[in-house]
């Protein structure tokens, strides 16, 4: 077992050998004599290789669903929830298994209490185990074998679309997720250490993009949140507090970071609520859109902020960014 210190990023080599009754024995690399430890688990460490695998399926609150599809090959069934009454839809199929043209004009026997526990099955749905590239999954004729369920959350929360296959083992059903996941993180994040550890794990194309980066110090925290569906994605970035500085090779002053807020999508880039400074010259509000075509193209950029350099030496700025009075221009 290896273990890194997180503060000195020192790798440790520990032997874990039988535990008895004074405890777990163990051996550090490079140091003689045998040791007692406390806390081991060897669950942890002797698992097959699917426990460390997550097998969270889906995770919602049952009340923030406003929609539920299944499409099986028996019919299709919708149901929609407007001020917590559950509404349905039954649209058959033909012997042939199509879809009938229009649906059920009444479905008496309705039960909203039958949507009521399928949402408390499915709102903590959990993996049993896991298929691989062999498995005979039946996805392809998901609606056939097992059926597609649609799971729509309000307030652009999530859609989900199960797909469920062929019988796996007993009773259990091969299943696929897809559909619009959201994920949020509040972070707190020393500078310094994140860009040590992102030159350890760019390629080297990449950490060139690091090499005018001459220095960096202080901590930033915030939240962030990403969203996809369908191949497509968002993600949002607050900066709520920071003290970071860096100095880069372009600048002859430190830059510092207060605030940010930044948006992205595959099409473009929004950079909002900046403040900060640049030497003496502070940064207030600033805001700019790039968008991300074939060569990224800046799209405007606006400014408030109090130069206390003269407009030569911030001209002399490389990569074009020229700071004036009351105004960042790009050019």
């Known amino acids: 077992m290896e273990v890194i210190e997180r503060v000195a990023n020192k790798a ?10 004074r405890g777990q024995m163990a051996r550090v690399a490079g140091k003689d004599g045998v040791f007692v430890v406390g806390g081991y688990s060897s ?3 002797t698992r097959e290789v699917k426990n460390w695998r997550e097998t969270s399926i889906l ?3 049952d ?3 406003i929609s539920v599809e299944i499409d099986n090959k028996n019919a299709k069934f919708s149901f ?17 298994g199509k879809l009938n043209k229009d649906p059920e004009k009444k479905w008496d026997k309705f039960d909203p209490e039958k949507v009521k526990d399928l949402l408390r099955a499915y709102k903590s749905l959990n993996a049993e185990d896991f298929g691989d590239d062999k498995s005979d999954t039946g996805f392809a004729d998901a609606v056939k074998e097992g059926g597609v369920v649609k799971i729509k959350l309000k307030d652009n929360a999530g859609d989900y679309t199960i797909k469920f296959g062929k019988t796996s083992k007993g009773t259990s059903r091969y299943a696929l997720k897809d559909g619009a996941l959201t994920a949020q993180v509040a972070f707190e994040v ?3 250490q994140a860009v040590t550890l992102a030159r350890k794990l760019l390629t080297q194309d990449q950490r060139a993009a690091l090499n005018d980066l001459q220095s960096v110090s202080g901590r930033i925290s915030g939240t962030a949140q990403a969203t996809s569906a ?6 949002t970035l607050e900066i709520a507090r920071s003290d970071a500085q860096a100095r880069l090779a372009q600048i002859p002053w430190p830059v510092a970071l207060q605030s940010l807020h930044v948006s992205a999508s595959p099409r473009q880039i929004t950079v909002s609520r900046l403040r900060g400074a640049i030497g003496s010259s502070t940064v207030d509000d600033a805001a700019a859109r790039i968008e991300l075509a074939t060569e990224p193209r800046l799209l405007g950029a606006t400014c408030g902020q109090e130069d206390r350099h003269s ?15 009351h105004a960042l221009s790009w050019v």
């Open 43 to 45: 669950y942890l460490y």
């Open 63 to 65: 009340a923030n669903v």
């Open 80 to 96: 929609s929830k407007n001020d917590d009454k559950w509404s349905a839809s039954l649209t058959l199929r033909d012997k042939d």
């Open 311 to 325: 407009d030569r030496d911030v001209g002399n700025l490389r990569h074009g960014v020229v700071l004036k009075s």
């Open 230 to 235: 369908s191949g497509d994605w968002n993600a």
């Open 12 to 21: 440790i080599d520990l032997y874990l050998g039988k535990s008895g009754s």
């Open 59 to 61: 995770k919602f609150e």
């Open 190 to 192: 020393q500078v310094a």
